[in-house]
Each structure stands twice: as C-alpha cells, then as structure tokens.
Nanobody, 114 residues
Framework: VQFVESGGGLVQPGGSLRLSCAHS????????MAWYRQPPGKQRELVAR???????DYSAFVEGRFTISRDNAKNTVSLQMNSLRSDDTAVYYC?????????WGQGTQVTVSS
C-alpha cells in the first residue's frame, strides 16, 4: 500500500500551498516521516522530515519557508509551503525516512508560475 498525497496545484510566486499525505497502515507517529520532491529533469530530493519525537529538519532550500507537521489522530503528514518560488516547482511525495521504494505514491504536482 502506497502513500497518497494531495494538495498540489498552480500557484503564483510568493503564494502558499498546503500538502497532505496519508497511509492506511503506516503509523506516522511511530516513524520518521518525510516529504521529498522531484523537480523537472532532476533527481528526487529530501525536503523536510519529522521524527517521532517531533523534531523537524529542513533542507537549506526550504528552511524558513516550509513547515512539516503531523496529525497523529488523523494519521497524516502535512507540508505548509509559503513564499513559493519558481524553483519549488516539482512533484512532491511523502515517504518514511529513510525512504522505502515500496511506499512511493503518485505524488502531487506543485507548479509555481505567474
């Protein structure tokens, strides 16, 4: 069973989006959860992660703009993205950290363009 991501779309530079992901059996509260992204023509990269104890880490290119969070009751992980830039355009995925290849979902497309 794969993760299911949602919340992507087209947004203007400087705008915001909130992504969400869910899984039917993986307990987000027990795992290090992460958001990854794959920009056009590039490799997939780590964006942010949240540990079971709530500690968060961010890649330098999103630090201060994105916030990862977890809702244990709903078993979901979210990514609040503010001050979006054109180079944030990518397909965004969630997965555990370290990633598991069997859990990749379809991702959600985020396009930042005027």
């Amino acid at each position: 069973v794969q993760f299911v991501e949602s919340g992507g779309g087209l947004v203007q530079p400087g705008g915001s989006l909130r992504l969400s992901c869910a899984h039917s059996t993986i307990m987000v509260s027990f795992n290090v959860m992460a958001w990854y992204r794959q920009p056009p023509g590039k490799q997939r990269e780590l964006v942010a992660r949240i540990a079971a104890n709530g500690r968060t880490d961010y890649s330098a290119f999103v630090e201060g703009r994105f916030t990862i969070s977890r809702d244990n009751a709903k078993n979901t992980v979210s990514l609040q993205m503010n001050s979006l830039r054109s180079d944030d355009t990518a397909v965004y995925y969630c997965n555990v950290f370290p990633m598991r290849n069997d859990l990749w979902g379809q991702g959600t497309q985020v396009t930042v363009s005027s």
